[in-house]
């Protein structure tokens, strides 16, 4: 499959909320139960130029990737947390690849030093993923995610950029 990676804009929020929405609702890779709007993905787009992304193929649009403070505070401004969503039918294929290097390139060129994943203890396959584009586990946080009625450990894992 063949993607197209691009800035994210304003008419990509609809299909990423429902692409983002599936995950809340249906997997432990997001430990978070309140569903993304289209007016709060848009002012996401907007807010997080040019560190918002999209990948598309056959004018479909199969993933994202986003990129925000890590935490508050001027002491971290070159420290950047990230989001990746991948399609079921798109993965195995580069998409992934594809965002990442399209959204690290995007950080590098504002400042950013360093990206972290924070990743669901329960998705092994986002560990794998991250563990093959360069990110190393720097900390696993025992039961700090609560979703489907059980506690879930974060694996943190970091890139120098």
Same mark, same amino acid.
């Given at each position: 499959?063949?993607?197209?990676?691009?800035?994210?804009?304003a008419?990509d929020a609809?299909?990423?909320?429902?692409?983002?929405n599936?995950?809340i609702r249906?997997?432990?890779?997001?430990?978070?139960?309140l569903?993304?709007t289209?007016?709060?993905i848009?002012?996401d787009i907007a807010a997080r130029?040019p560190?918002f992304?999209v990948a598309?193929a056959?004018g479909?649009?199969?993933g994202?990737a986003?990129?925000?403070a890590f935490r508050g505070?001027?002491g971290?401004a070159?420290?950047?947390e990230?989001?990746v969503?991948l399609?079921?039918a798109?993965?195995?294929?580069?998409?992934?690849r594809?965002?990442?290097?399209?959204?690290?390139a995007?950080?590098?060129?504002?400042?950013c030093h360093s990206m972290?994943?924070?990743v669901s203890?329960?998705n092994?396959? *986002?560990?794998l993923?991250?563990?093959?584009?360069?990110?190393a586990?720097?900390a696993?946080l025992?039961q700090? *995610?609560r979703?489907?009625?059980?506690?879930?450990?974060?694996?943190?894992?970091?890139?120098?950029?």
């Amino acid at each position: 499959m063949a993607f197209l990676v691009r800035q994210a804009c304003a008419a990509d929020a609809a299909a990423i909320a429902e692409l983002w929405n599936g995950f809340i609702r249906d997997t432990a890779v997001t430990f978070t139960t309140l569903e993304k709007t289209e007016e709060g993905i848009a002012a996401d787009i907007a807010a997080r130029r040019p560190c918002f992304v999209v990948a598309e193929a056959d004018g479909a649009l199969l993933g994202f990737a986003t990129c925000f403070a890590f935490r508050g505070g001027p002491g971290y401004a070159h420290t950047k947390e990230h989001s990746v969503m991948l399609a079921e039918a798109a993965r195995g294929q580069g998409g992934g690849r594809a965002l990442m290097g399209a959204l690290m390139a995007a950080a590098k060129a504002e400042g950013c030093h360093s990206m972290f994943a924070g990743v669901s203890g329960e998705n092994a396959e *986002g560990v794998l993923f991250h563990k093959a584009i360069g990110f190393a586990e720097v900390a696993r946080l025992p039961q700090v *995610g609560r979703k489907f009625d059980r506690w879930m450990d974060l694996v943190l894992m970091q890139k120098f950029l």
